[in-house]
């Protein structure tokens, strides 16, 4: 099925360590955004890719990179986790960031760090 | 800043009631507004998106209006059912540079249909 692809789907680290997550789309989508969703807090913007080739910081990028690795896929790297990242994060896609598309998200890494 | 706010933050009803969710923002130049379900420890599933232009949106038993410049939106389910049971979050994506022109979202309606 065409989507919004997300890996893994659960993690834990420990304080310090590293990870990337992963995000693909096959819907030849121009625009990647990583989001995090916090009880209480809704869903806020980390970093987003307007097109291949660009990266741009989001609302809350501290702590975070990301890389837009082609067209498919953007991945977001913790390089020395904190527990303050415990949090689930969503990969989106969309048209393109300056038309009237909608916005479709994979299905969630959930991370815990301890 | 673009804000948006969803009332209320939960809701119980029984089963077959007709319910309405508010989302309302504070900025009105936006492009559309999407409306999501999320089940619980899932993902984010689009129901229904409605262009800046468009007035409502309307998918089975869901419909969704947009009142622009007051800046409120309303989703509206018919006859509701226990599976529809899930938190509903609204999004606009404002008309706006940098960071500030991605989907916002609303804290979301968790909502209970019991049998």
């Known amino acids: 099925n065409a989507g919004v692809t997300q890996t893994p789907k659960f993690q834990v680290l420990k304080t310090g360590q590293s990870m990337t997550l992963q995000c693909a789309q096959d819907?030849?989508?121009?625009?990647m955004y990583w989001y995090r969703q916090d009880p209480g807090m809704g869903l806020r913007l980390i970093y987003y890719?307007?097109?291949?080739?660009?990266?741009d910081k989001g609302e809350v990028p501290n702590g975070y990179n990301v890389s837009r690795l082609n067209k498919r896929e953007f991945s977001l790297r913790l390089e020395s986790a904190a527990p303050s990242q415990t949090s689930v994060y969503f990969c989106?896609?969309?048209?393109?960031?300056?038309?009237?598309?909608?916005?479709?998200f994979g299905s969630g890494t959930r991370l815990t760090v301890v | 800043k673009q804000e948006v706010t969803q009332i209320p933050a939960a809701l119980s009803v029984p089963e077959g009631e007709n319910l309405v969710l508010n989302c309302s923002f504070t900025?009105?130049?936006?492009?559309?507004l999407q409306w999501f379900r999320q089940d619980p420890g899932k993902g984010l599933t689009s129901l229904l998106l409605i262009q800046s232009s468009q007035r409502e949106q309307t998918s089975g038993r869901l419909n969704a209006s947009l009142d622009k410049s007051s800046g409120r939106s309303t989703l509206y389910i018919a006859a509701s059912q226990p599976g529809d049971s899930a938190t509903y979050l609204c999004?606009?994506?404002?008309?706006?540079?940098?960071?500030?022109?991605?989907?916002?979202f609303g804290k979301g309606t968790k909502l209970s249909v019991k049998p």
């Open positions: 989106a896609s969309s048209e393109d960031r300056r038309t009237n598309y909608g916005y479709t």
């Open positions: 900025d009105s130049a936006i492009y559309n």
């Open positions: 890719s307007a097109s291949e080739g660009t990266t």
């Open positions: 819907m030849n989508h121009n625009s």
């Open positions: 999004a606009v994506r404002p008309e706006a540079r940098g960071s500030q022109g991605n989907l916002i």
